[in-house]
């Protein structure tokens, strides 16, 4: 049996702990804030699960074990929360393969077709970090430690903010963006604005069944998730994300009614769905208008203005500098930094903790 203590109780934070836990090792988990933290980069209602990379076997065969994964935890939980309602992409009519589906409330870019991924899905993020919550706190080999600030960590130990250090055969720092503050680490921030819309009507029981879809948009860089277990319909886009230096501007909501331009819309919050709460809006402040407002041109929808818009957020993601894309380091024999976060990132978690996990127990 290994000690473990892990920093950041994110989706990465608590898969980890649960399959630390699972194979018998004694796990802390630790958290700035309140756990499940509502101000961490894997809140949100909704996060993607794609299988098929076409033209990449090894990321298709990484992300089919991922699913397995993903469904095993529902298992240990006895919650469902990946919907496998399927992933559609828009691919050119010319070089598209497999099952290819029609849409008609979403706008393809002209010459493309839309390709659907059958082993795909939704994974409701909120549902999921609730119930981790949950199991963690209820297990007698994990210690769940809430409100929690860590100055600074090292090989084999956390130094926390009242000046109490942790040792550990391994400490697993897995805070997102705040994972350069505890450990030096290469990492670029970035800051996305995301839209939650409500459908018309005479629409939402098409939506309640629809696949997720991606490769659309003037750049083909917009995507959406679909509404669903009493969650909303969301849409970004890479034309919307923007490198910066800190999380501390973005750290801001706002809900519907204050877009100028679209005087209809309701204003109700995200938080009116129980089962998906988010934290309520910080009064008078709001994301960048301007952001927000190129989002909501974006071609994703017909018919757009049928859509209220229930609430704009920014959220925030950390990937390696040079490529943009996933990290994972194992810097010292007693520890490994996983500061990356973001959509292909809560997917991955379940990769993650078994690669640390494998690790620990080859070299015990």
């Known amino acids: 049996m290994s000690t473990v203590v892990i920093v950041g109780a994110g989706v990465t934070g608590m898969v980890t702990a649960m399959e630390c836990a699972l194979a018998g090792h004694r796990v ?19 996060r993607a699960l794609r299988v098929q990379r076409p033209g990449d076997p090894v990321l298709t065969a990484q992300m089919t074990d991922a699913r397995k994964r993903w469904l095993g935890l529902e298992s240990v939980l006895g919650t469902d929360f990946l919907r496998l309602v399927g992933i559609v992409t828009a691919w050119p009519a010319d070089d598209a393969t497999g099952e290819i589906v029609e849409l008609p409330p979403v706008l393809f870019p002209s010459g493309t077709v839309g390709v659907l991924d059958p082993d795909a899905g939704v994974l409701l993020a909120d549902k999921f970090l609730h119930a981790a919550a949950h199991w963690l706190a209820e297990h007698p080999a994990v210690s769940v430690r809430a409100e929690c600030p860590v100055r600074f960590v090292a090989d084999h130990w956390v130094s926390l903010s009242d000046g109490t250090a942790l040792g550990a055969d391994l400490v697993a720092v897995a805070a ?51 509404p669903g277990d009493g969650t909303l319909l969301k849409i970004s886009s890479d034309a919307v994300c923007r490198k910066v230096e800190s999380t501390a501007e ?108 494998e690790a620990m127990e080859a070299t015990a």
């Open 28 to 46: 802390t988990l630790l958290d700035r804030g309140p756990i499940p933290n509502p101000a961490s980069t894997s809140a949100d209602q909704h």
């Open 176 to 226: 997102g963006p705040w994972s350069r503050d505890l450990v030096d680490v290469p990492v670029a921030l970035f800051r996305q604005t995301m839209a939650y819309l409500r459908p018309p009507a005479d629409l939402a029981s098409w939506w309640e069944t629809a696949p997720g879809v991606g490769g659309v948009g003037a750049d083909g860089r917009a995507w959406l998730l679909p």
């Open 250 to 357: 973005g750290e801001l909501e706002t809900w519907g009614d204050w877009l100028p331009a679209r005087p209809r819309r309701t204003g109700r919050p995200i938080s009116e769905s129980p089962a998906h709460p988010v934290t309520p809006p910080r009064t008078g402040r709001m994301p960048a208008l301007p952001w927000a407002e190129r989002l909501l041109a974006e071609p994703i929808l017909s018919d757009m203005d049928r859509y209220t818009v229930v609430a704009v957020r920014e959220c925030h993601y950390a990937a390696a500098p040079d490529t943009g894309g996933p990290l994972l380091l194992h810097p010292k024999p007693g520890l490994w930094v996983r500061p990356s976060c973001g959509g292909s990132g809560f997917a991955a978690a379940p990769l993650v903790a078994n690669t640390i996990v």
